[in-house]
């Protein structure tokens, strides 16, 4: 799967909060895992990002028609 980067925070670690678009439209978030809770279901993880992270990706975001 290609992603391409749609924003992303400055960190000093290679691999930082980011939020990317895949070529079918949908976005992948990569984030810092949150502990696990019973209610996610198999295969899913919740991720934590910076608010400023989302609305960076929402500005990126190309229009639909």
Known sequence: MELVPLAATACAAANCPTVFSAADGSLVVQGYVVPAQADVP????RVRIPRELLLQAARELPEWS
């Not at 198999?42 to 993880?45: H, I, K, L, T, V």
């Open 42 to 45: 198999a295969g899913e993880a």
